[in-house]
């Protein structure tokens, strides 16, 4: 070690040109990479995923299931590097998503899901497509559209324009459209007419279909001219579409009009979007290709809508921008860049009060380090493959990355002080004296972030970027120790006052004081002993009594509100609740715009009935709130704004939360209990028990099950002997009812501007229709006979199945809750205990709790794993470098010294145990080793504990000092995007300060019990 640091000083001093074009030509690389780098608000926080959606009209959950869901998990089972498989069916849409693990790449896991797809025994005419490919966090923009035109028409500018338009831009994977009618044109039959003449629906249809074509010929020369020949037959307008002929009895042809009319209609509205005050608009939500650049592609998309509201829309048609993932960044950027900003300005303020002014040189060397620090964390980060986010750079502590820096800086100050000389060989040989220990230190942080890198899945995503950023900016501190210290070192001088300044007093009364207090513990033996038991238990009882949770919850800025009705309201119904809904958020004064969405798109990418209405709730920004300060208050005041809506289950929640959370367990809700069974109706008993155990646990909030039952079926039986007597097949009558309802798909047609509009048949039924009316809908036998359907299908009023949801090829419920003014896993220690104490599960049913207490219990048993497993490397290293096991005892004390602080901190800061509070407890276990091996690398040498207090007292208060200080903005700030890196520098902050104090009050009187070091080899640590 000591010949590598001398070895890298004397190239520095006589390969200078060499030195010197390394040097910018490694800051100019890393100023570019730093520019070229996208800073994420938040990490990915979930594993690869592929949806796949299928949708089948008509059909109820069970045939949805029977028919799709279970074909396509049989297909995709067993795919490489599949963790989990889940699915929802629900009335004529199928849902499977299949989970993957962390080293399955997003094509691949695609390109695999396709393959298998096609092996899937599915209906005639059943096409399943997969999602976008964008992840759970990848919902980037939402706007609506605003005019004067029909809500049919801004459906058809919606569909057929924007869509296009948006896809176009790079980075941007979908454009889910929501809410507004999509227009149709509509044959009505008259049934009579139809009857008396033989004619059927399908035979309708049939007819139409071919009178919708056009043709190509070839081509002809006529004189000196060539001519192109087609034929032209397609329907242009409603008008054309009358006049086809559909039949021909005794020669005289049979016209649509003749038998019923065009009008123009509209799908069977799935999903409704309603905002403030209007109930039915349409929405458009933009989805981020997976790994594209979120700023660069929401700048796009923001320049494509003034394009289009300007040159291209009709002058009464808006687009509205309501939601843009910029702001989330823009004010997560600040609230990270004056965390950096103030560090590194309290940092340098105390580098120069440390220093003092006179050593400017020193100060500014050391200063130099940290930007230099910086461009290597951009390095590291991209060349492990991870984007930069807010998260990981709001964490960075420049105090830490500097201290071995501080260390060398002192260490030539006091060199050049006592030999009033700066010769070259004193100045080497004093930052190699120091650099040895200090180096030994860098190597045990280093080990300290393995527990971090280990982590996998959620708690992965969101801490190794962290854990590569800081460890690439440790390594850019140690090397620019290497660097900057050298070069500002010929400006230190070496002739000063003998008058002590400010900052020498400060320093000589802190360390009297130190010494009064060690030499009191030093003649105390029984009561520092006592003392040092006390601070074991002390750390034991704050462990114990700890909340426990997974992650704080990160600010967004937006709240998003799930309102859960029964299982049988209308649509009509659902969107009275909705605006009912929106006004009351509308009377909070934070609020901007209320966006509610009912049912779900067209599409399938969202799988929900008329019994869920999404809210998403736009807010002012933070400085403008006053009816609360924090995101979980507001969630509270809307809280008190609807809960006296009967019938009705609430979950608040945030956007992106919200996403990733049904993402994680599948359900639409932070905290979850799942019940495997084979029979859904001791499904929901079971889960229905649940609820009331939970609802009476302290800290529950938002408890609700998912309804399984309890779904209207008006349905028709049918009699097999009787069709079969007038010689009918049960897929007639089907198709009949199917076709009255549904409509029969009889061509699609092309308006002047391009866009596809469904031509439909179906008989002109009185509105409303009911069960006489569709009982006597008519069937047509072989031999002409006409049959209504209720005389070969008996219709029968019951209780149906709403939704089915599988995981793993079981069946499942889940109940979803929220915990709020508690720890969740206390929480989940309570309830489970409740729940085994008054629930007995019938055989080949099971419990099991996911969520984020799900990702806590993995990454800390990951933890319990790797961090003895690290602990017991760092004592290795530790005894291979002192190669004394006492000098190790001494180092070892600084666990508990800091531990105790970090507890302290958390408690004083109302926080509770996190995996991030957990990462920086792990990052303080290496880093207040470097003021214990210090300490007593010096006590080894010159063999006198108090004189080395004097003379290393100094650098240590200094280095802690600027750590701690480094620490403050972040773990004291409040604003969007602070939230998990608070918690991992309250922990750092608080252990630190406990650690710089006990260091140099109860270690020196240890030390000093003990007298002489342990070792003969005064000079030990200049020989390695």
């Not at 909705?578 to 009912?598: C, F, G, M, T």
């Amino acid at each position: 070690m000591i010949n590598l640091v001398r070895a890298w000083i004397a190239f520095q001093r006589n390969r200078k040109i060499l030195f010197y074009f390394c040097l910018i030509s490694f800051i100019l690389w890393g100023c570019y990479i730093a520019y070229q780098s996208e800073i994420e608000a938040f990490p990915e926080l979930t594993n690869v995923q592929v949806q796949i959606i299928t949708q089948m009209p008509g059909k109820a959950a069970e045939e949805i299931e029977r028919q799709l869901t279970v074909p396509i998990e049989v297909a995709t089972n067993g795919l490489s590097g599949l963790i989990n498989q889940r699915s929802i069916s629900i009335f004529g849409l199928s849902v499977v998503t299949l989970t993957f693990d962390d080293f399955v790449p997003t094509k691949q896991a695609r390109i695999d899901v396709a393959q298998r797809l096609m092996d899937a025994e599915l209906p005639e005419n059943v096409k399943p497509e997969l999602s976008p490919d964008s992840t759970p966090v990848g919902e980037i923009f939402r706007y609506t559209l605003q005019g004067h035109l029909p809500i049919e028409e801004m459906r058809l500018i919606e569909d057929w324009k924007l869509e296009r338009e948006f896809k176009s831009i790079p980075g941007v994977a979908d454009v889910i459209t929501f809410g507004g009618a999509v227009r149709t044109i509509e044959v009505k039959l008259d049934v009579p007419r139809i009857k008396a003449m033989g004619l059927t629906v399908d035979a309708i249809a049939q007819a139409l279909g071919q009178n919708h074509a056009n043709a190509g010929g070839s081509i002809i020369t006529h004189g000196e001219e060539s001519y192109i020949v087609r034929s032209i037959g397609l329907f242009e307008s409603p008008e054309s579409l009358e006049q086809a002929v559909v039949a021909t009895q005794h020669g005289v042809p049979i016209r649509v009009r003749d038998i019923g009319s065009v009008e123009l209609g509209h799908r069977t509205r799935l999903g409704q979007v309603g905002l403030n005050a209007s109930d039915d608009v349409v929405e458009g939500i933009i989805y981020l290709r997976h790994g594209s650049n979120t700023l660069e592609t929401c700048a796009k998309i923001r320049e494509k809508i003034e394009k289009l509201n300007n040159f291209i829309l009709p002058k009464e048609v808006q687009i509205i921008p309501h939601y843009d993932r910029t702001d989330l960044i823009s004010r997560s950027s600040k609230t990270v860049v004056h965390n950096i900003v103030f560090g590194i300005f309290l940092v340098c303020l105390v580098l120069i009060l440390g220093f003092g002014t006179q050593y400017w040189a020193m100060s500014f060397g050391v200063a130099l380090i940290i930007p230099f620090a910086l461009l290597m964390a951009f390095v590291g980060v991209r060349l492990a493959g991870y984007t930069p986010n807010l998260i990981s750079l709001g964490a960075v502590d420049f105090g830490i990355i500097v201290e071995t820096a501080i260390f060398a800086a002192e260490a030539v100050i006091v060199a050049t002080a006592r030999k009033r000389s700066r010769a070259p060989g004193l100045i080497n040989e004093s930052i190699v004296k120091v650099l040895s220990p200090a180096f030994l230190c860098a190597l045990l942080l280093l080990i300290a972030f393995v527990p971090i890198l280990s982590l996998q899945r959620v708690e992965g995503r969101i801490f190794k970027p962290l854990g590569i950023t800081l460890v690439s900016a440790l390594l850019g501190g140690q090397l620019g120790a290497l660097i900057f210290i050298p070069l500002v070192s010929f400006l230190v001088p070496v002739r000063l006052n003998k008058t002590h300044g400010y900052t020498d007093r400060f320093f000589d009364f802190v360390l009297l004081n130190c010494s009064f207090v060690a030499h009191k513990v030093a003649r105390l033996k029984k009561p520092f002993i006592y003392s040092l038991i006390s601070i074991f238990f002390l750390l034991v009882i704050l462990c114990w009594k700890m909340g426990r949770e997974f992650l704080p919850d990160l600010n967004e800025g937006s709240i998003y509100i799930r309102a859960t009705a029964p299982s049988t309201i209308s649509r009509e119904s659902s969107v009275e609740l909705a605006q009912l809904i929106r006004q009351r958020l509308k009377n909070i004064p934070e609020v901007i715009d209320v966006i509610s969405q009912l049912g779900r798109p067209d599409d399938g990418t969202d799988v929900n009935g008329f019994d869920n209405i999404e809210t998403l709730v736009i807010l002012k920004a933070p400085q403008y709130w006053k009816t609360a300060s924090t995101i979980s208050g507001l969630m509270t005041v809307a809280e008190a704004q609807l809960k006296n809506i009967q019938g009705v289950d609430f979950n608040f929640s945030q956007p992106i939360k919200d996403n990733v959370d049904e993402a994680i367990s599948g359900v639409k809700g932070e905290l979850v209990i799942k019940i495997f069974g084979p029979q859904l109706e001791n499904l929901q008993s079971i889960a229905n028990q649940i609820v009331a155990i939970l609802k009476k646990t302290p800290g529950a909030t938002d408890v609700a099950a998912e309804q399984l039952l309890g779904q209207p079926e008006l349905r028709f039986e049918a009699n097999r002997e009787l069709l079969a007597r007038y010689g009918l097949r049960v897929t007639e009558a089907e198709e009949v009812l199917e076709t009255a309802l549904l409509g029969k798909l009889a061509a699609k047609m092309r308006d002047n501007q391009g866009r596809e509009i469904e031509i439909l048949v179906k008989p002109n039924l009185p509105e409303p229709i009911d069960k006489n009316t569709l009982s006597s809908l008519p069937l047509l036998t072989s031999d002409g006979a006409k049959i209504p359907l209720d005389e070969v299908s008996r219709p029968s009023l019951v209780e149906g199945v709403s939704r089915i949801y599988r995981e793993l090829g079981e069946r499942r419920v889940a109940v979803k809750c929220s915990v709020r003014g508690r720890a969740v896993v206390d929480f989940v220690k309570e309830a489970s205990q409740k729940l085994k104490d008054q629930i007995q599960l019938p055989d080949k049913y099971r419990t099991q709790w996911s969520g984020s207490f799900e990702n806590a219990a993995r990454a800390g048993q990951q933890l319990l794993i790797v961090v003895p497993i690290c602990l017991i490397a760092m004592i290795v290293i530790l005894m291979s470098w002192f190669e004394n096991w006492i000098l190790v005892a001494l180092v070892l004390l600084e666990i508990p010294f800091s531990l105790l602080g970090s507890f302290v901190g958390l408690h004083l800061a109302g926080l509770n145990l996190s995996i991030s509070a957990a990462a920086g407890g792990v990052v303080l276990i290496g880093v207040s080793f470097l003021t214990g091996i210090m300490f007593i690398s010096e006590w080894s040498q010159s063999g006198d504990v108090w004189h080395t207090l004097k003379e290393s007292g100094r650098g240590i208060i200094i280095s802690s000092g600027v750590a701690i200080i480094g620490l403050v903005p972040a773990a004291v700030s409040h604003g969007i995007g602070s939230e998990t890196a608070r918690p991992f520098a309250v922990m750092i902050l608080g252990g630190l300060l406990s650690s710089l104090i006990l260091t140099l009050t109860l270690l020196p009187g240890l030390i000093a019990t003990i007298k002489t070091p342990p070792t003969n080899r005064k000079n030990k640590f200049h020989q390695k």
